[in-house]
């Protein structure tokens, strides 16, 4: 083989690489984005237009052992389905996002993805939220400006919960499952609450390690009095 063909053969070569490097970056970075946006938006509608044709009937009722009336439990979360919407003003004016129940990768390519078996929306205990940093519509691109203070706020449909940052985002590694503890000390709390926990990946483009940032909840009112007032409500 003379040279002139191994060097033409090479180049072939590195044309053809190069061309699948590039393909591969505007699949991460831009395609994701379109999936994700697709996805999420999905989630949001199919959200909105279930608490739109709930029903104004008071809520079941059973009955206690002692022969008292209580409200009927809250569904369960169901894998992979959304239940609740967040909004972060920190990270953008628009920026909304559909919670899931799980982390799988599956879930976390149609929004963000609440930890099984930390608690529900609201309620006392850890309440554990994970996002990707970058690609799949990148949620939690800005994670990192987070303030104290700055709110994080929900809706279940029928009720608003603000929750506020206590810290900056803590950088830490994927092993230090403590970070969605019911209480979880290294924010600071030391006893039972209702704590929000938001998770993501560090660095930018990478993964090993991880930013979580903690909040408590600050707010509840019902979404029949309108929007709270971190969202301008």
Same mark, same amino acid.
């Given at each position: 083989?003379s040279?002139?063909?191994?060097?033409?053969?090479?180049?072939?070569?590195?044309i053809?690489v190069?061309?699948?490097?590039?393909?591969?970056?505007?699949?991460?970075?831009?395609?994701?984005?379109?999936?994700?946006a697709?996805?999420?938006?999905?989630?949001?509608?199919?959200?909105?237009?279930?608490?739109a044709?709930?029903?104004?009937?008071?809520a079941?009722?059973t +009955?206690s052992?002692? &022969?008292?009336?209580?409200? =009927?439990?809250?569904?369960?979360y169901?894998?992979?389905?959304? @239940? !609740? *919407?967040?909004?972060?003003?920190?990270?953008?004016?628009?920026?909304?996002?559909?919670?899931?129940?799980?982390?799988?990768?599956? +879930?976390?390519?149609? &929004?963000?993805?609440?930890? =099984?078996g930390?608690?529900?929306l609201?309620?006392t205990?850890? @309440? !554990? *939220?994970?996002?990707?940093r970058?690609t799949?519509g990148?949620?939690?691109?800005?994670?990192?400006?987070?303030?104290?203070?700055?709110?994080?706020?929900?809706?279940?449909?029928?009720?608003?919960?603000?929750?506020?940052?206590?810290k900056?985002?803590?950088?830490? *590694?994927?092993?230090?499952?403590?970070?969605?503890d019911?209480?979880?000390?290294?924010?600071?709390?030391?006893?039972p609450?209702r704590?929000?926990?938001?998770?993501t990946?560090?660095?930018?483009?990478?993964?090993?390690?991880?930013?979580?940032?903690?909040?408590?909840?600050?707010?509840t009112?019902?979404?029949?009095?309108?929007?709270?007032?971190?969202?301008?409500?």
């Open positions: 083989m040279a002139r063909l191994v060097v033409r053969t090479f180049s072939e070569i590195c053809t190069g061309a699948l490097i590039v393909l591969f970056v505007v699949y991460v970075i831009f395609w994701t984005g379109v999936q994700a697709g996805a999420s938006d999905g989630q949001l509608d199919s959200l909105r237009d279930e608490w044709h709930r029903t104004a009937a008071p079941p009722v +009955t052992g002692s &022969g008292t009336l209580e409200p =009927a439990p809250a569904p369960e169901q894998d992979g389905k959304p @239940f !609740a *919407v967040m909004y972060v003003p920190r990270l953008g004016k628009d920026w909304d996002w559909p919670v899931l129940e799980g982390t799988s990768t599956g +879930t976390l390519k149609k &929004g963000l993805g609440h930890y =099984a930390t608690a529900r609201g309620e205990g850890n @309440f !554990a *939220v994970a996002g990707h970058r799949y990148d949620p939690f691109k800005d994670f990192p400006e987070l303030r104290p203070g700055d709110a994080v706020v929900l809706s279940d449909g029928t009720t608003w919960f603000t929750y506020r940052i206590d900056k985002p803590y950088l830490t *590694v994927p092993s230090d499952v403590g970070v969605v019911p209480v979880p000390r290294k924010a600071g709390f030391d006893g609450g704590y929000l926990t938001l998770t990946c560090d660095p930018e483009w990478g993964s090993s390690h991880r930013l979580i940032a903690w909040a408590h909840l600050d707010a009112q019902p979404v029949s009095e309108g929007r709270p007032a971190a969202l301008g409500g």
